[in-house]
C-alpha cells in the first residue's frame, strides 16, 4: 500500500515550486489502464514522469506501481494542477465524462506553449451503455472539444486511441504497431511522435488535421469489439508506408 506519509502534502517526489521541468511528461489520468501503461513505457524509455490525480491516495499507489515495475524509471506524483505546472508536455488520459470538468480545472495552469495529447474517446459507455459505441460530440470529436477548453496557445495533438492499455502495462510485450497522430501543427504532431517512439515497438503516422480525430477515436471501439472477439490484445500496423515518416 502506499505510504500515508504521501497524502496530506498531494506531492511523491516532484518539485512543483520551479519552472517546468524540460523533458518532464505528467499524465493526467495515470491511474487509469492506459494512462499507467504509458508511464511505465515511458518510464521504462528514460522519460521522467508526473503523475497526476484528483485522489491523494490513488495518486501514490500508481507511483508506488509505477517504480515497482521500473525500479529505474524517475516517477512523481501530485495533484492534476502541480502535475501540469511540473511538466511541458501532458498526456490527458481520462474517461471521456471526465474530460470536460478536467480541462476546465487545469485552464489555470496549462500554459501557451504546452504539448497536450488528448487520447480521450467519447464511448457510450460514459453513459452507461456499451463500450463498442461512440457518443456525438458537438464540437466533432474530443480532441476538438480539448482544443476549445484549452487555454489559447495549447498546442493539441490527437493521439494513442489503438494502443491496448493491457499491451503497454505487460512490459514483456512487444508492440509493433502503428499511432495515429492528429493535429493542426505538422511541428507539433512531430514532437508528439518523437516522445512516443521512444516506446519501442510504437510507430507514428500522420493522419491529418485535428478534425481527423472524429475517426481516429471511434477505432477504439473497433479495437474493443475485435479483442472481444478474439480473446486478446490487439494494435493496427498499417503497409506500404515509407520507412521514414517524419522527414
Same mark, same amino acid.
Given at each position: 500500500m502506499p505510504s500515508a506519509s504521501l497524502a496530506p502534502s498531494w506531492?511523491?517526489?516532484v518539485d512543483v515550486k520551479g519552472a517546468q521541468a524540460t523533458g518532464t511528461v505528467a499524465i493526467v489520468g495515470a491511474s487509469g489502464a492506459l494512462g499507467f501503461g504509458l508511464a511505465v513505457r515511458l518510464g521504462q524509455a528514460g522519460v521522467p514522469v508526473v503523475v497526476?490525480?484528483?485522489d491523494a491516495d490513488r495518486m501514490a499507489e500508481t507511483v508506488e506501481r509505477a517504480r515497482e515495475a $521500473?525500479?529505474?524509471?524517475?516517477f512523481s506524483?501530485?495533484?492534476n494542477e502541480r502535475a501540469v505546472r511540473a511538466a511541458d508536455t501532458v498526456i490527458l488520459s481520462v474517461p471521456f465524462g471526465n474530460q470536460y470538468e478536467t480541462l476546465i480545472n487545469l485552464r489555470e495552469v496549462l500554459k501557451p506553449g504546452q504539448l497536450l495529447i488528448d487520447a480521450t474517446v467519447p464511448l457510450a459507455a460514459a453513459v452507461g451503455a456499451g463500450a463498442t459505441r461512440m457518443l456525438g460530440v458537438w464540437q466533432g470529436s474530443a480532441a476538438e472539444q480539448a482544443l476549445e477548453l484549452a487555454p489559447a496557445g495549447v498546442? $493539441?495533438?490527437s493521439a494513442l486511441h489503438t494502443v491496448s492499455a493491457a499491451s503497454l502495462s505487460d512490459l514483456d510485450h512487444p508492440l509493433?504497431?502503428?499511432v495515429f497522430v492528429c493535429g493542426d501543427s505538422r511541428e507539433d504532431k512531430r514532437e508528439t511522435a518523437d516522445l512516443i517512439e521512444r516506446i519501442g515497438g510504437l510507430r507514428c503516422v500522420d493522419c491529418g488535421r485535428l478534425e481527423m480525430a472524429r475517426i481516429t477515436e471511434s477505432l477504439t471501439a473497433l479495437m474493443i469489439t475485435v479483442k472481444a472477439g478474439h480473446a486478446r490484445n490487439v494494435g493496427i500496423r498499417l503497409t506500404g508506408l515509407p520507412e521514414m515518416l517524419w522527414d
Open positions: 506531492t511523491a517526489g497526476g490525480s484528483r $521500473v525500479p529505474g524509471g524517475s506524483g501530485c495533484d498546442r $493539441v495533438v509493433e504497431q502503428d
